[in-house]
């Protein structure tokens, strides 16, 4: 009966990036960190997903949630910034970029499943991290996000100090990945890691057989 | 393990809660939050104690519907005394462990609540064996369970190492129940723990001031 074929599940099911995304902000800069993994029900549709997009040259945010809507907010609000950072004549505030993205998660929040970090190095505040959960904008010291991140709450709780340097706060970011890729399905694969700057933004992928291993493996 | 009821009519009082069982070098300690909740949004206990006494050197820990917990608590110690009255000798935490797993398995249908068993006896030493809702026995080195509990996973997998020092396992547990008790709203109010070793049978209550404080307090 042609009515009853549905094909393999992964065409009908919804494509979500349940992952685990963290942004920790230190003096100087920001780290932002995710796993790689997009999945539609039960299947792994992409292992090889990086979801820290930019949204400007120093200014990037993490992807999590319904993967069709988070890609297309962080879209849209680069457009949006590329045209404000030109009426202004220069490079855009952090808490502009997070602004515009909590704009589009707060009008459109029961169409819009999606939760993105926001994170960067502006001239005026030096490095900061925005949560945008919901359609809230709240600065805070760092940032957990996604379906992985309930996991590893008690670490970073334990784990983070104020004060860390750039270096400190990439181990954190691989760390804390590590644990919540370990626990939760829908995270996994390979580990990107950004760290901004003053002087640099650069990208990192660190392989799943680098990254640390914990008591049971 | 755990179930957490939103609607306080189906299921009653419930523990949402967060347990665990670490063993060390020469014993095992086991402990608990100590709220009882109904629905989430009522705390009709906030020193309940969730640390059962099996028989003298074999706790369990009870997560989920109280009076499933309760009632099948009751008839594991009457079987246990019984038996060590066959045996003529204290009952193997493994035992313990059988008795709640019969009792869970058999009636898988009606009942909604998992255990942890911890406790010292003669042939294997420390030990901890979970009981999962379904009737699941498996031994583990430490376990944590509860609603509380899936916020410590990356905590807990981080930090535990195997042959700790009384003191260190002490402090592990003590910090990894303050952390899921800082993040989920059906957990809290003081620490019970009970430490069994070789020797016999230690009460810990940690109230909520002597807590460790991290970062963000």
């Known amino acids: ?217 | 393990m755990e179930k957490h009821y939103a609607d306080s009519q189906t299921k009653g009082v419930s523990t949402g809660t967060t347990i665990l069982a670490v063993t060390f070098d020469g014993g095992v300690i086991i402990g608990s939050d100590s709220r009882a909740s109904i629905g989430g949004e009522y705390v009709s206990s906030k020193t309940i104690n969730k640390l059962i006494q099996l028989h003298d050197q074999i706790f369990c820990c009870i997560a989920g519907s109280l009076a499933d917990a309760q009632a099948i608590t009751k008839a594991a110690k009457f079987h246990l005394s019984f038996h060590s009255v066959q045996m003529e000798n204290p009952p193997l935490v493994m035992a313990a462990a059988s008795v709640l797993k019969e009792l869970c398995y058999k009636n898988k249908e009606e009942l909604q609540a998992g255990f942890i068993t911890a406790g010292w006896d003669r042939k294997k030493g420390p030990q901890v064996y979970v009981v999962s809702l379904g009737g699941m026995l498996i031994s583990q080195p430490f376990t944590i369970a509860g609603s509380g509990s899936t916020f410590i996973y990356g905590y807990t997998d981080a930090k535990y190492k195997p042959n700790m020092t009384r003191e260190e396992c002490q402090q592990f547990a003590i910090n990894a129940l303050t952390l899921a008790m800082g993040r989920d709203n059906v957990s809290g109010g003081v620490v019970h723990l009970v430490v069994i070793t070789e020797k016999g049978v230690e009460h810990v209550v940690v109230p909520g001031d002597k807590l460790p404080k991290f970062h963000d307090e």
Not at chain 1, 39 to 49: E, F, I, K, L, Y
Not at chain 1, 109 to 122: R, T
Request: some cysteine; overall charge negative.
């Open chain 1, 1 to 217: 009966n042609m009515l009853e074929e549905s094909g393999p599940e992964w065409l009908s099911e919804e494509v979500k990036t349940g992952t685990t995304i963290i942004a920790i902000e230190y003096n100087g800069g920001v780290v932002l960190g995710s796993d790689s993994r997009v999945s539609a029900g039960a299947s792994v549709v992409n292992r090889v997903m990086n979801k820290l997009s930019p949204l400007h040259d120093k200014i990037y945010c993490a992807l999590s949630g319904s993967a069709a809507d988070a890609q297309t907010i962080a879209e849209i609000v680069n457009y949006q910034l590329d045209v404000h950072s030109a009426e202004i004549g220069e490079d855009p505030q952090v808490r502009s970029a997070a602004t515009l993205v909590k704009n589009i998660s707060y009008k459109y929040k029961e169409e819009l499943s999606a939760h993105l970090i926001v994170a960067g190095w502006d001239r005026r505040e030096g490095g900061q991290v925005f949560a945008t959960l919901n359609g809230l904008l709240t600065r805070q010291p760092f940032a957990v996000g996604g379906s992985g991140s309930s996991y590893v709450y008690g670490f970073v709780d334990a784990e983070y100090r104020k004060g860390m340097t750039k270096e400190e706060c990439q181990k954190f970011v691989v760390n804390t990945l590590t644990l919540a890729m370990s626990r939760d399905g829908s995270s996994g694969g390979v580990a990107y890691i950004v760290s901004i700057d003053e002087h640099s933004t650069e990208e990192k992928v660190i392989l799943g057989n680098k990254l640390p291993t914990f008591y049971d493996q």
